[in-house]
């Protein structure tokens, strides 16, 4: 035990995260079981140790543990969890909880031995916490964690503390709000840099961004879909196939048939395959209004811009970008379907946009919102792309 309390010593003392993300106000931190998923690269093992930070510094009641440790191959959770109240403990950090056969159940026993201890685990996006854990249903706050906001990124880059906004704030005074922003700074010039490489906060690491991304690119499928999906490693190849396919192709209705034909398997199995790799926040599924899976989407888009520059930079075309960084900026807290004719997308059923590349000519609707791309300030239904990236 002594081992774990001088390596959550150290690592508390070595986090220095560069933002503070607002999840961190949002949580109710006085729930007994908390629950913290996100796709990986965003953050979530230095979320958990930036709350340890600030709320208890080094005090050995709050303990950071990651089940990757050997230790936890012989002693269970609950063993552990047991030992660790006896020493005083309280509030007990899980790191990758689902790296532990049965986990459910053992955050269950925990839950339900240890009425004065508190939990927080993070796990995978894939994870469906309540849906296909019953035991945890109705006991476990569930949170999501995402990568770096434009507004996050810019924050960063810049020094600066601007506020995120509601979509209400920004379709009925963006003028203002670009107002308040443009005399600090201009974000159309940091938004290409965003977008190639702002979305993963280790784009702050010392390595090569793409060579990293595609590193974790690769671990999203072989370990958050294949291990918690039981998966068989024999079809590793074939999903693997199906996300390049998919990336190549661009934004689109996805033809199922030559997918299957493609990576020698039936429709149905691709179909689950193309909701294994939205789960992991690999891609994002845009429907007609009104339909949802299993039906097959209108367009499938790669779940942020900085994928798309990984996966297959040879390809990849403006328009598409800039919807992608719309649909992903706005996918938090709106529901997305596809646009109707000579629009791009309609959002929360009622609000219609087209979004603009610099230069696009059209015919102004005003029953239509255009996200005009290199757009500094705008003026009534014309509203900047960027702005977009400050709802979160």
Known sequence: MEAFYRTHCYLVEH????????????????????????????????????????KYGLDRSCLFVNMNNFYFSKTSLVDFAGEFIKRGGKVLLIDQVFKLPDWSHALRTCYDRYPNLKIVFTGSSVMRLKEENPELNGIVKSYNLRGFSFREFLNLQTGNHFSRFTLDDIINSHEHIAKTILPHVNPTNYLQDYIHHGFYPFFLEKRNFSENLLKTMNMMVEVDILLIKQIELKYLSKIKKLLYLLAVDGPGAPNVSQLAEEIQTSRATVMNYIKYLADARLINMVYPKGESFPKKPAKIMMHNTNLMYSIYPVKVEEQDVLETFFVNSLWKDHKINKGEKGTSFLVDNNLHFRICAEGCKFKTNPNVYYAMHKLELGHGNQIPLWLFGFLY
């Open 15 to 54: 986090t220095n995260a560069p933002v503070r993300r607002d999840l961190m106000d949002e949580i109710d931190w006085n729930a007994k079981l908390i629950g913290i998923k996100g796709t990986r690269g965003v953050g979530k093992t230095t979320f958990l140790l930036q709350y340890a930070k600030e």
